[in-house]
T-cell receptor
Framework: NAGVTQTPKFQVLKTGQSMTLQCAQDMNHEYMSWYRQDPGMGLRLIHYSVGAGITDQGEVPNGYNVSRSTTEDFPLRLLSAAPSQTSVYFC?????????????FGPGTRLTVL | GQQVMQIPQYQHVQEGEDFTTYCNSSTTLSNIQWYKQRPGGHPVFLIQLVKSGEVKKQKRLTFQFGEAKKNSSLHITATQTTDVGTYFCAGLSGTYKYIFGTGTRLKVLA
């Protein structure tokens, strides 16, 4: 199993550009989530999904869209990039997402918005 | 909203010294998880605590969950250079949302 994979590893955008961060898992997990990590602020939940076709907002959803058309994939879309979205983005998955489930994290995407 | 704070933010120790990080939530937690993130890496699950007052050990690591289920601690005995990284706690908010603490970055001086 590859676990949780993310592409790209690095990305530089200009303000106003849009892009999609890809996330895939091959563990048949129902729950997938996106976090952003900024220095001194830990990880903050952006969006999550408890199954195909079901998504919900986390702590910091503004400026991001998600969709879950398959169990395996959970892409994160930046609609109009802003410098405040410069961060490291982690995708994670767990079997169900409820208490008791281990979250497995991908390697991350380092995004810089100029 | 719910907040999870960790102290200290940074800790430098000599190899062989002990290390403790504390996690405090503004609300009662149903469970708490601990993760380790090596420099340049991604968070990796260490352990989960569920019961009030629970204590779990993993070799040199001891994890505690407070009686009121609002705080937790991670203690490392006799640190080694392999312990370097940032340690995060994460509390479950509601059914599906994990709130991560701010993390404690540990540096071990050989």
């Amino acid at each position: 199993n590859a676990g949780v994979t993310q592409t790209p590893k690095f990305q530089v955008l200009k303000t106003g550009q849009s892009m999609t961060l890809q996330c895939a898992q091959d563990m048949n997990h129902e729950y997938m989530s996106w976090y952003r990590q900024d220095p001194g602020m830990g990880l903050r939940l952006i969006h999550y999904s408890v199954g195909a076709g079901i998504t919900d907002q986390g702590e910091v959803p503004n400026g991001y869209n998600v969709s879950r058309s398959t169990t395996e994939d959970f892409p994160l879309r930046l609609l109009s990039a802003a410098p405040s979205q410069t961060s490291v983005y982690f995708c994670a998955s767990s079997p169900r997402g409820r208490g008791g489930d281990t979250q497995y994290f991908g390697p991350g995407t380092r995004l810089t918005v100029l | 909203g719910q907040q999870v704070m960790q102290i200290p933010q940074y800790q430098h120790v000599q190899e062989g010294e002990d290390f403790t990080t504390y996690c405090n939530s503004s609300t009662t937690l149903s469970n708490i998880q601990w993760y380790k993130q090596r420099p340049g890496g991604h968070p990796v699950f260490l352990i989960q605590l569920v019961k009030s007052g629970e204590v779990k050990k993993q070799k040199r690591l001891t994890f505690q969950f407070g009686e009121a289920k609002k705080n937790s601690s991670l203690h490392i005995t006799a640190t080694q250079t392999t312990d370097v990284g940032t340690y995060f706690c994460a509390g479950l908010s509601g059914t599906y949302k994990y709130i991560f603490g701010t993390g404690t970055r540990l540096k071990v001086l050989a």
